[in-house]
């Protein structure tokens, strides 16, 4: 076995299970959960609990995001130290289309992907599968090399069958555990429905296929390069659970001033995702501009927001934490000066 050092983060507290905690899917530290954990919590997004995640003790990167199944697949270490390999090793293998007929992997070559990881069982996942063929179809029509590949968490292979036979694309076979393990781990997979977007190099565009799908659904933005600054959404909520994120809430009557926060947002978010992409890690903030709606009302609810517009926060779910920018115009300065505080641990959370 290689004697390359590894470090390990497990996380493992009590779930809130009342409320609009529970509408937002989130695993909550307990309030004696020390800061440190917290940080560790954010930096690593981690989203259900228990999770188990190996890092490169010499540069802190992260060697696998899905501990748990590491250890359930090779109990000896045989494949110490885990490191991940190329989407085109992982897949390497038959796949199958629902009439029975069975092709290579290597007939995915220049094309982009779609790794879809889903069940029958799974409300949420035969939702997005209905508009997922729709949206498949649509970007196959119009010309675009494009694959999606199913690798299923069903319970039964009849249950897989079912399911299956409601999709146009490929899919990992069902008997294949290993390699459908291997896809998990290599993508660290916490919680389904799941889509990776993959270029035709194998490398990912975006974790989030999934609200892509849904805020896309003429499929005028594929392949779904991430943007700096998202539109709060009933679709792309979810993701207020991964870390701290600067919501910026505005007027929505006003038909151009989401357009505008957006403007003023998109070159501080820029800078701050470059920044920590030069450094191989993900940005320790996502960027959003909240209008007026029924979800937005909610969160402002839930987190006890004053009614003002425009109002700059930044909301730590996981910490139960907020900070607030209560003033009459909002600069980029002003944005720019609250995010480098609260990155340099300067600004004081009001509890959530």
Same mark, same amino acid.
């Given at each position: 076995?290689?004697?390359?050092?590894?470090?390990?983060?497990?996380?493992?507290?009590?779930?809130?299970?009342?409320g609009?905690?529970?509408?937002?899917?989130?695993p909550?530290?307990?309030?004696?959960?020390?800061?440190?954990?917290?940080?560790?919590? @954010?930096k690593?997004?981690?989203?259900?609990?228990?999770s188990?995640?190996? $890092?490169?003790?010499?540069?802190?990167?992260?060697?696998?995001r899905?501990?748990?199944?590491?250890?359930r697949?090779? *109990?000896?270490?045989?494949?110490?130290?885990?490191?991940?390999?190329?989407?085109?090793?992982?897949?390497a293998?038959?796949?199958?289309?629902?009439?029975?007929?069975?092709?290579?992997s290597? !007939?995915?070559?220049?094309?982009?992907?779609?790794?879809?990881?889903?069940?029958?069982?799974?409300?949420?996942?035969?939702?997005?599968?209905?508009?997922?063929?729709?949206?498949?179809?649509?970007?196959?029509?119009?010309?675009?090399?494009?694959?999606?590949i199913?690798?299923?968490?069903?319970?039964?292979?009849? !249950?897989?069958?079912?399911?299956?036979?409601?999709?146009?694309?490929?899919?990992? *076979?069902?008997?294949?555990?290993?390699?459908? !393990?291997?896809?998990?781990? $290599?993508?660290?997979i916490?919680g389904?429905?799941?889509l990776?977007?993959?270029?035709?190099?194998?490398?990912?565009?975006?974790?989030?296929?999934?609200?892509?799908?849904?805020?896309?659904?003429?499929?005028?933005?594929?392949?779904?390069?991430?943007?700096?600054?998202?539109? $709060?959404?009933?679709?792309?909520?979810?993701?207020? @659970?991964?870390?701290?994120?600067?919501v910026?809430?505005?007027?929505?009557?006003?038909?151009?001033?989401?357009e505008?926060?957006?403007?003023l947002?998109?070159?501080?978010a820029?800078?701050?995702?470059?920044?920590?992409?030069?450094?191989?890690?993900?940005a320790?903030?996502?960027?959003?501009?909240?209008?007026?709606?029924?979800?937005?009302?909610?969160?402002?609810?839930?987190?006890?927001? *004053?009614?003002?517009?425009?109002?700059?926060t930044?909301?730590?779910?996981?910490?139960?934490?907020?900070?607030?920018?209560?003033?009459?115009?909002?600069?980029?300065?002003?944005?720019?000066?609250?995010? @480098?505080?609260?990155?340099a641990?300067?600004l004081?959370?009001?509890?959530?």
């Open positions: 076995m290689s004697e390359e050092p590894r470090a390990l983060i497990h996380a493992e507290v009590v779930r809130a299970t009342d609009f905690e529970r509408s937002w899917d989130s909550t530290p307990t309030p004696a959960t020390g800061k440190s954990q917290l940080k560790l919590w @954010n690593y997004r981690i989203s259900n609990i228990p188990l995640i190996f $890092l490169d003790a010499t540069t802190g990167k992260v060697v696998c899905n501990g748990l199944l590491v250890i697949d090779d *109990p000896e270490g045989l494949e110490f130290p885990w490191g991940p390999k190329p989407f085109r090793e992982v897949i293998g038959p796949l199958l289309r629902n009439n029975g007929q069975s092709l290579e290597s !007939s995915l070559e220049g094309s982009h992907v779609g790794v879809y990881f889903s069940a029958h069982w799974c409300p949420p996942c035969r939702s997005l599968t209905r508009v997922l063929v729709e949206s498949y179809r649509k970007i196959k029509e119009a010309g675009q090399k494009f694959e999606i199913f690798v299923s968490a069903d319970r039964s292979e009849d !249950s897989f069958k079912q399911y299956f036979s409601e999709m146009p694309w490929l899919a990992v *076979p069902y008997t294949d555990e290993a390699r459908r !393990s291997r896809l998990n781990r $290599l993508y660290g916490q389904i429905p799941t990776i977007v993959l270029d035709p190099q194998g490398e990912v565009i975006t974790r989030q296929g999934r609200v892509e799908v849904l805020n896309d659904e003429d499929c005028r933005e594929f392949p779904w390069h991430p943007k700096p600054v998202l539109e $709060l959404s009933d679709s792309n909520a979810v993701q207020l @659970n991964e870390g701290p994120c600067l910026l809430f505005v007027d929505s009557e006003d038909d151009g001033e989401s505008a926060a957006k403007q947002i998109q070159p501080i820029e800078k701050i995702i470059a920044k920590y992409k030069a450094k191989e890690e993900e320790p903030l996502l960027f959003f501009v909240a209008g007026e709606d029924d979800m937005t009302d909610s969160l402002r609810d839930y987190t006890n927001l *004053p009614e003002a517009a425009p109002l700059l930044i909301l730590d779910m996981s910490a139960r934490a907020k900070y607030v920018m209560d003033v009459e115009e909002i600069t980029p300065a002003i944005v720019e000066a609250f995010v @480098n505080d609260f990155l641990e300067k004081k959370p009001e509890p959530i």
